[in-house]
Antibody, heavy 118, light 107 residues
Framework: QVKLLQSGAALVKPGASVKMSCKAS????????VSWVKQSHGKSLEWIGE????????NFNEKFKGKATLTVDKSTSTAYMELSRLTSEDSAIYYC???????????WGQGVMVTVSS | DIQMTQSPASLSASLGETVTIECRASEDIYNGLAWYQQKPGKSPQLLIYNANSLHTGVPSRFSGSGSGTQYSLKINSLQSEDVASYFCQQYYDYPFTFGSGTKLEIK
């Protein structure tokens, strides 16, 4: 069955960076896009961007350009997202998701809680 | 960006009732709409895609409808396990955008 297993919670200082992972299993990793979605505490969802593992092609929400970097390791079927220059506004839960075409998100990881605090 | 306006923000209904959640897009999204259910402390889960197609394993009491800019999610025969937040999402155009969510409680 399809699974997306994300890395653990992170506590990071303001101004630092954090890199999280999303290991896919149960399907052909290179056949689907991986998107990342932000959920701030008690609020709605924001799409950050997506990466196509087969080619490394990416698309981003303008709001997150310069903030998020997306990469993949095809050998381990793992997607990564790095967030840079963290502020308190970046404290949130971050989900990785799988999508095909059309681009609805049919499977989600369990989420990574990132807390930015000194 | 396409704005998704979701209503109501919260909803309280009795077991066995039928409830409807609405989502309005700021422009035509040509049925590029999905609905997700998020239970407390859990990840969102896909319910409906392409506005009216039921995702694998989702109970048939959930249904989606609509076209153009107006879409709705209907839950028939409300069950206790339906307590959750529900979100719509358009994937017709970048950036993909979500509604603000509807919190469903049992009366």
């Amino acid at each position: 069955q399809v699974k997306l297993l994300q890395s653990g919670a992170a506590l990071v200082k303001p101004g630092a960076s954090v890199k999280m992972s999303c290991k896919a299993s149960g399907y052909t990793f290179t056949d689907y896009w991986v998107s990342w979605v932000k959920q701030s505490h008690g609020k709605s969802l924001e799409w950050i961007g997506e990466i196509y593992p087969n080619s490394g092609a990416t698309n981003f929400n303008e709001k997150f350009k310069g903030k998020a970097t997306l990469t993949v390791d095809k050998s381990t079927s793992t997607a990564y997202m790095e967030l840079s220059r963290l502020t308190s506004e970046d404290s949130a839960i971050y989900y990785c998701t799988r999508s095909g075409a059309p681009y609805y998100f049919d499977y989600w990881g369990q989420g990574v809680m990132v807390t930015v605090s000194s | 960006d396409i704005q998704m306006t979701q209503s109501p923000a919260s909803l309280s209904a009795s077991l066995g009732e039928t409830v409807t959640i609405e989502c309005r897009a700021s422009e035509d999204i040509y049925n590029g709409l999905a609905w997700y259910q998020q239970k407390p402390g859990k990840s969102p889960q896909l319910l409906i895609y392409n506005a009216n197609s039921l995702h694998t394993g989702v109970p048939s009491r959930f249904s989606g409808s609509g076209s153009g800019t107006q879409y709705s999610l209907k839950i028939n025969s409300l069950q206790s396990e339906d307590v959750a937040s529900y979100f719509c999402q358009q994937y017709y155009d970048y950036p993909f955008t979500f509604g603000s969510g509807t919190k469903l409680e049992i009366k």
